[in-house]
């Protein structure tokens, strides 16, 4: 009845770990205006502000001028700072009103009268659903720490490798498509990986050689009109700003305004500079009329069309590259189900809708990535420990089946480990693993208490030649097993006393050690119970068939101890 149980129990690379703040962070398509990533941008924490439990907003669009913050001017991050949890919103339970405030502490443990963060997360999202924006929320340190691991910041994130970038776009949007509608999923955004929009200048040659001009002479006249150029640069006390110079926004806003940029070409016998000016014709700056300036002495003006060809095109605005291959990103956002199970199901329905071309794969990656990885590392590492408890238990009792039998006590703890935690709705994660492997140690310990008192009332019983029959074994494993009742009863009180405080407690780390202590208090349980009633028996069929049956058969006692034995020579 357990193996079901646990089957049915969800999977997770971590629990939750409540930070007390929020990390938004919207995707929206590629080709956003900065304009427009404003305007978005004041938005969305003008909303974020107004739900009762913020206390600060801190909105981003765009990246730092580093190569170690490569998010596009589309992805946005905003920090939201929430106030402490009993300042929060609150909600009516069965309690309120009905028991005195002086009394509802320990009820609140169980039954929260506040909102809880799953529900704050999901008014915000409802109230954050603009057009073209796909919502993802995280925490601060724990997306810090997925993104660094596996680049994705979602929980579940899905990498396309294959060799041609629209190919891994239009697979990317199938799956898009595919993954919405299971139960589970908050949002899905597959990245446009060739979305990106440009303007190309293609250099005339021939018109270039006919001025006098060089490719370098070109570029340098759009880098310095069109993307600007740093002339100095401003100290203000212990500040430094640099100064940067470019044409205004309406001398550079549209294709027919770069085809009317002037370069000053030489002339044969000129000393002519290639320098950018913008056309004087009050037609190509609408309204604005460019300042008039002359040629130096010795060189011409030539519209930039006549040397370019200036041409609107679309590409990829950002190329990852991953093993080798190109690759694209699929960002999931899931609530209310856990990520192994999500998973599971999200790759039959996308092996199914989502077929992929020769050269092309799948990488589910995310916090399932890591989740995976330490399921490879624990197929090693709970072996081995059973193996070390295994070794040392020999090396205590010095015999293999007495290490055997107390070794039972570790399926007679998940029992009770399983169920415990299919009681309190958690999922299986790296947390449970560690109570797990520390209840292997724990088990061991009160087994071996069990089998020393078993085997103390069997000397005793031997020592006085009360081994006569089957009756006088039972009653001597019965008295070794009523013996131990209180000095095990007092190892498990003591145990679960201090346990309790762990999962009762609600601060800031507690869902962390509540996963580790949870396996520990349930497998305690079922192992008190099942060592007392199992042990004994298993240890009376062993000595019997062992020990004193053949020496009823024989007529002879059941020699005393090796011990007792070793005394009486030494006498």
Same mark, same amino acid.
């Given at each position: 009845?357990?193996?079901?149980?646990?089957?049915?129990?969800?999977?997770?690379?971590?629990?939750?770990?409540?930070?007390?703040?929020?990390?938004?962070?919207?995707?929206?398509?590629?080709?956003?205006?900065?304009?427009?990533?404003?305007?978005?941008?004041?938005?969305?924490?003008?909303?974020?502000?107004?739900?009762?439990?913020?206390?600060?907003?801190?909105?981003?669009?765009?990246?730092?001028?580093?190569?170690?913050?490569?998010?596009?001017?589309?992805?946005?991050?905003?920090?939201?700072?929430?106030?402490?949890?009993?300042?929060?919103?609150?909600?009516?339970?069965?309690?309120?009103?009905? *028991?005195? &405030?002086?009394?509802? +502490?320990?009820? =609140?443990?169980?039954?929260?009268? !506040?909102?809880?963060? /799953?529900?704050?997360? @999901?008014?915000?999202?409802?109230?954050?659903?603009?057009?073209?924006?796909?919502?993802?929320?995280?925490?601060?340190?724990?997306?810090?720490?997925?993104?660094?691991?596996?680049?994705?910041?979602?929980?579940?994130?899905?990498?396309?490798?294959?060799?041609?970038?629209?190919?891994?776009?239009?697979?990317?949007?199938?799956?898009?498509?595919?993954?919405?509608?299971?139960?589970?999923?908050?949002?899905?955004?597959?990245?446009?990986?060739?979305?990106?929009?440009?303007?190309?200048?293609?250099?005339?040659?021939?018109?270039?050689?006919?001025?006098?001009?060089?490719?370098?002479?070109?570029?340098?006249?759009?880098?310095?009109?069109?993307?600007?150029?740093? *002339?100095? &640069?401003?100290?203000? +006390?212990?500040? =430094?700003?640099?100064?940067?110079? !470019?044409?205004?926004? /309406?001398?550079?806003? @549209?294709?027919?305004?770069?085809?009317?940029?002037?370069?000053?070409?030489?002339?044969?016998?000129?000393?002519?500079?290639?320098?950018?000016?913008?056309?004087?014709?009050?037609?190509?700056?609408?309204?604005?009329?460019?300042?008039?300036?002359?040629?130096?002495?010795?060189?011409?003006?030539?519209?930039?069309?006549?040397?370019?060809?200036?041409?609107?095109?679309?590409?990829?605005?950002?190329?990852?590259?991953?093993?080798?291959?190109?690759?694209?990103?699929?960002?999931?956002?899931?609530?209310?189900?856990?990520?192994?199970?999500?998973?599971?199901?999200?790759?039959?329905?996308?092996?199914?809708?989502?077929?992929?071309?020769?050269?092309?794969?799948? *990488?589910?990656?995310?916090?399932?990535?890591?989740?995976?990885?330490?399921?490879?590392?624990?197929?090693?590492?709970?072996?081995?420990?059973?193996?070390?408890?295994?070794?040392?238990?020999?090396?205590?009792?010095?015999?293999?089946?007495?290490?055997?039998?107390?070794?039972?006590?570790?399926?007679?703890?998940?029992?009770?480990?399983?169920?415990?935690?299919?009681?309190?709705?958690?999922?299986?994660?790296?947390?449970?693993?560690?109570?797990?492997?520390?209840?292997?140690?724990?088990?061991?310990?009160?087994?071996?208490?069990?089998?020393?008192?078993?085997?103390?009332?069997?000397?005793?019983?031997?020592?006085?030649?009360?081994?006569?029959?089957?009756?006088?074994?039972?009653?001597?494993?019965?008295?070794?097993?009523?013996?131990?009742?209180?000095?095990?009863?007092?190892?498990?009180?003591?145990?679960?006393?201090?346990?309790?405080?762990?999962?009762?407690?609600?601060?800031?780390?507690?869902?962390?050690?509540?996963?580790?202590?949870?396996?520990?208090?349930?497998?305690?349980?079922?192992?008190?119970?099942?060592?007392?009633?199992?042990?004994?028996?298993?240890?009376?069929?062993?000595?019997?068939?062992?020990?004193?049956?053949?020496?009823?058969?024989?007529?002879?006692?059941?020699?005393?101890?090796?011990?007792?034995?070793?005394?009486?020579?030494?006498?």
């Amino acid at each position: 009845t357990t193996i079901p149980v646990y089957q049915r129990l969800g999977r997770e690379f971590m629990p939750p770990l409540q930070e007390g703040t929020i990390l938004y962070m919207p995707t929206t398509l590629p080709g956003i205006s900065i304009t427009q990533a404003e305007e978005l941008l004041q938005t969305q924490d003008r909303i974020l502000r107004s739900f009762p439990e913020v206390e600060v907003v801190f909105g981003k669009a765009g990246r730092a001028d580093t190569s170690t913050d490569p998010a596009p001017l589309s992805m946005m991050e905003t920090t939201v700072v929430l106030r402490p949890k009993h300042e929060w919103r609150a909600k009516e339970r069965w309690y309120t009103g009905r *028991v005195p &405030t002086f009394l509802q +502490g320990p009820l =609140r443990v169980v039954w929260p009268d !506040r909102i809880s963060y /799953d529900e704050l997360i @999901d008014e915000m999202d409802r109230a954050m659903r603009f057009p073209g924006n796909v919502n993802a929320w995280t925490m601060p340190i724990k997306g810090r720490i997925d993104m660094l691991t596996t680049g994705v910041r979602t929980p579940v994130g899905i990498k396309i490798l294959g060799s041609d970038l629209s190919e891994i776009e239009a697979i990317g949007e199938r799956i898009e498509s595919a993954i919405r509608g299971i139960e589970g999923t908050r949002s899905v955004f597959a990245e446009r990986a060739a979305g990106g929009y440009f303007v190309d200048f293609v250099p005339k040659r021939p018109q270039l050689a006919r001025y006098g001009l060089t490719i370098d002479d070109l570029h340098a006249v759009i880098m310095s009109a069109v993307g600007g150029e740093t *002339v100095t &640069t401003t100290i203000e +006390g212990r500040e =430094r700003y640099s100064v940067n110079v !470019r044409y205004p926004r /309406d001398l550079r806003s @549209d294709v027919d305004q770069l085809e009317r940029l002037l370069v000053i070409a030489r002339v044969p016998g000129g000393a002519g500079a290639a320098v950018g000016m913008p056309s004087t014709n009050e037609s190509s700056a609408g309204s604005m009329s460019a300042p008039a300036s002359m040629p130096p002495s010795g060189a011409i003006l030539v519209p930039m069309k006549e040397l370019a060809d200036i041409e609107l095109v679309s590409g990829p605005a950002m190329i990852r590259d991953e093993n080798g291959m190109m690759a694209g990103y699929v960002f999931v956002d899931i609530a209310g189900r856990d990520i192994g199970g999500y998973v599971d199901e999200a790759k039959k329905l996308v092996a199914r809708e989502a077929s992929l071309p020769t050269g092309y794969s799948l *990488v589910w990656s995310g916090q399932y990535e890591n989740m995976q990885r330490v399921a490879e590392r624990l197929k090693m590492i709970v072996p081995v420990t059973i193996l070390l408890i295994f070794v040392l238990l020999y090396m205590n009792t010095k015999s293999t089946f007495k290490t055997i039998v107390v070794m039972l006590a570790v399926p007679f703890s998940l029992v009770g480990a399983v169920w415990f935690l299919y009681f309190l709705d958690y999922n299986v994660s790296i947390a449970v693993w560690v109570g797990m492997i520390a209840l292997m140690g724990l088990d061991a310990e009160t087994g071996v208490f069990m089998m020393m008192f078993l085997d103390l009332s069997y000397d005793d019983a031997a020592r006085k030649g009360l081994l006569r029959s089957r009756a006088e074994l039972k009653e001597a494993i019965v008295h070794g097993a009523v013996k131990r009742i209180r000095p095990k009863m007092m190892t498990i009180m003591t145990t679960f006393l201090g346990l309790m405080p762990i999962l009762w407690s609600t601060g800031t780390g507690a869902d962390m050690m509540k996963r580790v202590a949870a396996p520990l208090a349930g497998g305690l349980a079922t192992s008190f119970l099942m060592e007392l009633m199992v042990y004994p028996a298993i240890y009376l069929l062993w000595k019997w068939h062992r020990e004193v049956g053949p020496a009823v058969a024989a007529g002879t006692l059941v020699p005393p101890p090796r011990s007792d034995a070793r005394e009486r020579n030494s006498e």
